[in-house]
């Protein structure tokens, strides 16, 4: 494709990829005929990576991310849903970078178009095309269209406005919706930060836009991502995930059981820790043990990892915790995972679930790659219907 040209899909489930030489933040937004968002809820991204009829999946830093649209599915009223992308790393412009847009259908990976923005130089941020309804059909059109500063300026051009909260070196932008206004001028201006971080408060960040162990202990919210870095060197020392849980009535014994999955760059599930396989990956990561009740202080079961012995194939791992026994996790009171380094035993990152849901299964945390090779852990608190690891390899290689 060039720019402004169109196609018309032939099917209704599309997907989006955006591959580059370097790593890329890809994130959708769901517009109305007037061109604006709806509220932040049409910003998806990877801190909010599903909305209706849009959804977001990562790369995971060695594959490329993807924004797939339902068109079947978009809300009435949405017209457009505009696909963009931006270097994750701070300060990158698109120079000598050519980034390849590939439309494929959802459901048979079929390739539909590319597309290859040229000419870019400056630019921090691309609208790079667009899925737009037309005389009741859905097409998608290459656009191109280069932004200065960054995925903020897009979400701003699109009604969004990203506030920038004191001390701005150190936040991460946060987007809040106003009402409509007249149309703003095209490409606006900041330094390029990645996706807004959802409104909630969040821990201080690095410029890159993630937060790091720079000032100690991080307590994390759901979606929210630390990078396991201190003093701009990754944590290649073991670390150790710990588990908690007690029972929430009448101390009734509730088994909940611990677990970690390995995946590799196509989300290919590649081994799982749990008590019934205590050691995977030649040791790299290795189990505690079953608590079958959930009884005394502290962390009921804990997963060692030897971040620098994980094998280069394996690029995510989720954490994941079961009620064998049945309970759903209503039934179950102060369940947390946390990250300690496992030499100091000093606390890293937190994360406490809260609001549980009436299921057997919640997938804690993650632990992504990057092209770098450091490792940065995101807080998860999705739940599902799974008693077993097994039946949690499928959704956690979705959440990815």
């Not at 847009?101 to 130089?121: E, H, K, Y």
């Not at 059909?137 to 004191?166: C, H, M, S």
Request: charged share 20%; proline share 10%.
């Amino acid at each position: 494709m060039t720019p402004g040209s169109n196609i018309p899909l032939p099917v209704t489930r599309v997907t989006v990829d955006v591959a580059a030489p370097v790593r890329l933040d890809v994130s959708g937004l769901l517009l109305t005929g007037d061109g604006k968002v709806r509220s932040d809820d049409d910003f998806i991204f990877y801190n909010q990576p599903a909305g209706p009829g849009v959804t977001y999946r990562s790369g995971g830093g060695t594959a490329p991310d993807a924004i797939t649209v339902d068109t079947a599915a978009l809300p009435p009223g949405i017209e457009k849903v505009v696909v963009t992308a931006s270097p994750d790393a701070a300060g990158q412009t698109f120079q000598g970078i050519e980034p390849t847009a590939t439309i494929r259908g959802a459901d048979d990976n079929s390739v539909l178009a590319t597309f290859t923005p040229p000419q870019l130089g400056t630019e921090t941020a691309l609208v790079i095309v667009e899925i737009y309804l037309r005389n009741g059909a859905w097409k998608a059109r290459a656009v191109g269209q280069g932004y200065a500063n960054g995925l903020a300026g897009i979400a701003t051009d699109f009604g969004v406005t990203v506030e920038e909260p004191a001390p701005a070196p150190v936040a991460p932008p946060q987007p809040t919706m106003q009402p409509p206004v007249a149309p703003p001028a095209p490409p606006l201006s900041t330094t390029p930060p990645p996706p807004p971080a959802p409104p909630a408060p969040a821990a201080p960040a690095p410029g890159a836009g993630k937060i790091n162990l720079d000032k100690g202990r991080v307590s994390l919210q759901k979606n929210q991502t630390v990078s396991l870095v201190k003093g701009g060197r990754p944590l290649l020392a073991q670390v150790k995930m710990g588990l908690g849980w007690e029972p929430a009535y009448r101390g009734a014994d509730i088994d909940l059981d611990a677990s970690v999955i390995a995946y590799g760059p196509q989300r290919n599930h590649i081994d799982s820790c749990y008590f019934g396989k205590l050691s995977i990956l030649n040791g790299a990561i290795k189990h505690s043990g079953d608590n079958l009740t959930g009884e005394g202080a502290g962390d009921d079961e804990v997963i060692v990892v030897d971040l620098g012995r994980i094998p280069q194939e394996v690029t995510g791992l989720v954490f994941t915790v079961n009620s064998f026994s049945g309970q759903k996790f209503t039934d179950v009171a102060k369940a947390y995972c946390r990250l300690l380094d496992a030499a100091t035993g000093e606390e890293l990152v937190r994360f406490d679930l809260t609001n549980a849901e009436a299921q057997t299964g919640v997938m804690m945390a993650k632990l992504i790659r990057q092209f770098s090779g450091e490792w940065d852990m995101t807080a998860m608190g999705q739940f599902v219907k799974a008693r077993t690891v097994r039946n949690m390899v499928k959704p956690a290689a979705q959440a990815l």
